[in-house]
């Protein structure tokens, strides 16, 4: 899950799947992500060069802004840290790059 602040939450041994939805500034218009790419990847040092979590992204309806953002709980089972750092991107079909989300990812772990 991804709070109000932007931070997400994942619990280890769980499937991770957060639904998105994208909205132009005025709050109301759905950003049309047809023709563009959106990955997500953490990081368990902002320093990094290269990602500790890529997480897979299922298109549900890119004219409406609408993803997921998913892990499997074998992946998130074989997840070992107490704090990272996220971010999603997409990168539109002119090139152009653009955070749209980002935070950090604290692993829950589960007493079952």
Do not use: H
Not at 17 to 37: A, H
Not at 64 to 78: D, P, R, Y
Not at 81 to 97: E, S
Request: glycine share 6%.
């Amino acid at each position: 899950m991804i709070n109000e602040n932007g931070n997400m939450t994942i619990i280890k041994g769980d499937t991770l799947n957060i639904p998105v939805q994208l909205f132009q500034p005025n709050g109301t218009t759905p950003v049309n992500l047809t023709g563009c790419t959106i990955a997500a990847a953490a990081k368990l040092d902002l320093c990094d060069a290269a990602a500790y979590i890529t997480f897979t992204i299922q298109n549900t309806n890119l004219t409406l802004g609408q993803f997921n953002i998913k892990l499997t709980a074998g992946q998130t089972a074989a997840l070992d840290f107490d704090v990272a750092y996220y971010n999603v991107q997409i990168t539109y079909a002119d090139t152009t790059v653009e955070t749209v989300l980002s935070g950090r990812v604290v692993l829950q772990k589960k007493a079952t």
